[in-house]
């Protein structure tokens, strides 16, 4: 049934190891070759850290990681320029490669000796990663003057490029620090790809100037549901309290320099042609029926969704798109494309002329049309598209993207046409849904989805030919957020599955190790106390 999990059940047992130094080593995701040392390095208020002279990214990542010494040991590190062919024992150096090492992009190589610890990559994106784990090696808790590092040798680099958590602001809104918060936590986990879900039925949460009741009147409902879910209209259900929230167009820029400076790609979601209701309700002359709508305040799949047989709808959207574009570097827009029911489609006079007019077959042919018109407009700014994996029906956009929810079918068929593909089966990674039975769990959606069960995800499906495994360009979770309302609630949903995750996008395939996972864990834990962030203590909980 839904619940049980025979990878728990039958998995070896794990039998405790003698502490030996390797054990006090506890990165999460396990980097890609790892060889623990004899020693470690001691940090003292003496200890400094060296950054290439004039290097300002270096300069800001040693600032971070001064930060960092500072809370676990106390002492604070200064940041100098490091002198050029000199190594001073008890420094730390950060570091770029010359010439260019074959570690790639995200790729560093870490060395930490009891006289010195040298951190080096080709890029500083690098450095930032390798930082992290120069973070995972301090004590997670303040030891004050005995502080040290461990002595290792690590030479790592990611397994895919795109390494993605996705966070729905639309059923419940989040403020800014809290997805400033969230992008921190990507970075600690050496993920790279934060997936915006800015637009939905609930609420739309981008501010846009030539349409100000996208956010006047789309960005509040009157109400949200409470109890299981369900489509019932009945008005006892709704807790009548007004919800909502928008990111003016300066908060948006201001995160995308958050992640940006962290190397996190923000990448906006505007959906189209469904999940419009919040849109429709400031603009009923974007829908089939002409309307009135409200926002909704339930959850679930909508009728209305934006016309395609009206040209408004089509300039609507590329001017939205002509404000979202300039906001995000990342050049993938991401243009949903899911659960949109052709119900309005078939008897609209509209969308049926314009079935006749482009010769199409039907009103999945003609979502294919609408999306493939929004890539010629994304593509002609020098971007391209990403949709949910219904854009397959109907035909392909010839650029797009997909990302494979209902499964991994839709990835599946999308790499077999050449399109990359990112991965995010709702069997493995919904980390909407619970983490232990329903009983003992918050309100959820979705079923059982066990930690063991994240981790077991593996992104590339094996009945690829090597040529069609390379348009799997990676993983990512998801949390949809129609029962999750606080941040303590998103925190407790998102740890500690987001470890899991990175380890299935980081780590090579054949590093990855379950037992290893959960004791590693257990110093992931006190790292998550220390930054005051909640996680589900049920995670662990074998079910059978
Ligand atoms: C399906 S995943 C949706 C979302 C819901 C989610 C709940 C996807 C592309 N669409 O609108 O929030 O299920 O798990």
Redesign the pocket.
């Known amino acids: 049934g839904l619940i049980g999990s025979t990878m728990l059940a039958t998995g070896p047992a794990y039998s405790q190891q003698p502490i030996t130094s390797q054990q006090t080593i506890a990165i999460i995701p396990q980097p890609a070759r790892l060889t623990a040392g004899s020693g470690s390095f001691a940090i003292t208020a003496g200890t400094k850290i060296y950054v290439d002279a004039k290097n300002a990214e270096l300069n800001r990542i040693g600032q971070t990681l001064s930060q960092e010494i500072k809370k676990a040991a106390g002492v604070q590190p200064q940041v100098v320029p490091a002198v050029p062919g000199k190594r001073a024992t008890g420094g730390i150096y950060l570091t770029l490669l010359e010439p260019v090492d074959t570690l790639g992009t995200e790729g560093y190589k870490l060395s930490v000796q009891p006289t010195q610890v040298v951190l080096a990559a080709s890029k500083p994106q690098g450095v930032f990663m390798g930082m992290q784990s120069i973070r995972q090696l301090l004590p997670t808790q303040g030891a004050g003057a005995t502080a040290s590092l461990p002595a290792v040798e690590i030479v790592d680099e990611p397994r895919y490029e795109w390494r993605g958590m996705h966070l729905?602001v639309c059923?419940h809104f989040f403020s800014v620090d809290f997805v400033k918060k969230y992008i921190d936590y990507l970075a600690m986990h050496k993920l790279n790809t934060f997936h915006w879900h800015l637009t939905?039925d609930q609420g739309w949460r981008i501010e846009i100037k030539k349409y100000p009741k996208l956010t006047e009147i789309g960005a509040w409902r009157d109400g949200s549901l409470i109890g299981r879910y369900t489509n019932a209209k009945a008005d006892s259900q709704y807790d009548n309290i007004r919800h909502g929230g928008f990111y003016t167009q300066e908060q948006i820029k201001e995160v995308v320099k958050y992640a940006q400076d962290r190397y996190i790609t923000v990448v906006p979601e505007i959906e189209m042609p469904g999940?419009a209701v919040a849109a429709l309700a400031g603009y009923p002359e974007l829908s089939c029926t002409g309307g009135p709508f409200k926002v909704e305040r339930t959850?679930g799949v909508f009728d209305d969704i934006f016309c395609a047989g009206n040209e408004q709808t089509f300039t609507f959207l590329q001017d939205v798109l002509s404000e979202v574009m300039p906001l995000f570097p990342s050049k993938i827009i991401h243009i949903g494309g899911?659960?949109a029911p052709k119900t309005r489609w078939k008897t609209c006079p509209k969308c049926q002329a314009r079935i006749k007019t482009e010769h199409l077959k039907d009103e999945h042919e003609l979502q294919s049309y609408f999306v493939q018109r929004m890539e010629k407009f994304v593509n002609s700014k020098g971007k391209t598209i990403i949709g949910?994996d219904e854009i397959l029906e109907g035909g392909l956009a010839p650029n797009a993207a997909v990302m494979s929810?209902r499964g991994m079918e839709g990835g599946i068929a999308a790499a077999k046409q050449k399109h990359n593909v990112v991965m995010t089966p709702?069997s493995h990674v919904?980390i909407?849904y619970a983490q232990d039975v329903a009983s003992v769990e918050p309100l959820s959606?979705?079923g059982y989805l066990p930690l063991s069960k994240v981790y077991s995800f593996e992104p590339t499906p094996k009945d690829l030919t090597a040529e069609e495994k390379k348009y799997i360009i990676g993983g990512q979770a998801?949390l949809?957020t129609?029962y999750i309302g606080t941040e303590k609630h998103v925190e407790y949903m998102v740890f500690p599955r987001m470890s899991a995750l990175a380890e299935v996008v980081w780590t090579p395939a054949s590093e990855k190790n379950w037992p290893s996972f959960k004791e590693r864990m257990q110093t992931q834990y006190q790292r998550y106390e220390a930054m005051g962030a909640n996680y589900a203590r049920s995670a662990f909980t074998v079910r059978q």
Request: net charge negative; charged share 40%.
């Open positions: 729905d059923r939905d999940h959850w899911d659960e949910w929810w709702g919904y909407d959606i979705g998801n949809w129609e």
